[in-house]
């Protein structure tokens, strides 16, 4: 089992940046591809992004690309999920989770998930 816990949401203007954190209960980087995903209401869970260490290589989709970045702490067993020039579009409860290696941007394949962070982006 691999317990993840999100942090760092909250309400920003637009413009803003917030930084999300996902601590990890152990060791993922080198066994897992780690994803960040988006859910806003009433709508369905959206990939925003995966980063596999194994493989060292980072996808974005089209819709982040250039405001968010994805990094980490292995000796923190922590992931980032950085946010630039936020937009009211953006806002969404934010998840992060784990898969075996093989980045894909479908929820089905990650297997572990956090319990999302709530990022709110006013006008």
């Known amino acids: 089992q691999v317990q993840l816990v999100e942090s760092g949401g909250g309400l920003v203007q637009a413009g803003g940046s917030l930084r999300l954190s996902c601590a990890a209960s152990?060791?993922?980087?080198?066994?897992?591809?780690m994803g960040w995903f988006r859910q806003a209401p009433g709508k369905e869970r959206e990939f925003v992004g995966a980063?596999?260490?194994?493989?060292?290589?980072?996808y974005y989709a089209d819709s982040v690309k250039g405001r968010f970045t994805i990094s980490g702490d292995n000796a923190k067993n922590t992931v980032y999920l950085q946010m630039n020039s936020l937009k009211p579009e953006d806002t969404a409860v934010y998840y992060c989770?784990?898969?075996?290696?093989?980045?894909?941007?479908?929820?089905?394949?990650?297997?572990?998930w956090g319990q999302g962070t709530q990022v709110t982006v006013s006008s």
């Open positions: 989770a784990a898969k075996r290696p093989g980045i894909t941007p479908q929820p089905r394949e990650y297997e572990y």
């Open positions: 152990r060791r993922t980087f080198s066994s897992y591809v």
């Open positions: 980063r596999s260490w194994s493989a060292g290589v980072t």
